[in-house]
């Protein structure tokens, strides 16, 4: 992915200390400042070295180590959801009550959200078919982006 320079607004400390309470989590500097990124960009999927360089460039200096530490604890608080996309690429994204699926790119690891509900019916009516009741699912593809097309050629 490349590197994004973003330039974070200022959030209010309570509302930012109030989300990470509520998920059972103290609000430190390092906790506000991912959350506070996460929330703020226009990109939705995150590898934890695109967290760490987008921190560097905007002068917050947060190790890479603490940077795996702070989405690991927000994983488990049910904040976020950690996505393992072939060839390992893993991205982080906030959790959702939408449902949607990914088409991933799988030369530069571009991630993008979809959803369809002819894909979702579709879906439903195989495990019906097959007896079962569907209680969730994972759809993810995989391929080249435009950019990925353009210079291959």
Do not use: W
Request: proline fraction near 1%; charged fraction near 25%; aromatic fraction near 8%.
């Amino acid at each position: 992915m490349t590197d994004i320079n973003l330039h974070l607004p200022r959030v209010t400390l309570m509302s930012e200390t109030r989300e990470l309470k509520d998920h059972g989590l103290k609000a430190t500097f390092p906790r506000r400042k991912i959350l506070e990124l996460m929330e703020s960009s226009e990109v939705r999927h995150f590898s934890a070295e695109d967290i760490y360089r987008m921190l560097l460039n905007n002068d917050f200096e947060i190790g890479l180590a603490t940077v795996y530490r702070v989405l690991t604890q927000f994983e488990a608080a049910g904040m976020i959801v950690k996505h393992h996309f072939e060839e390992g690429h893993s991205v982080f994204e906030l959790s959702s009550d939408l449902h949607h699926d990914h088409i991933v790119c799988v030369r530069c690891g571009k991630v993008e959200e979809f959803h369809d509900d002819e894909i979702e019916s579709r879906q439903r009516d195989i495990a019906a078919r097959m007896g079962f009741e569907l209680t969730d699912h994972n759809l993810n593809l995989y391929g080249l982006c435009s950019t990925c097309q353009t210079s291959a050629n």
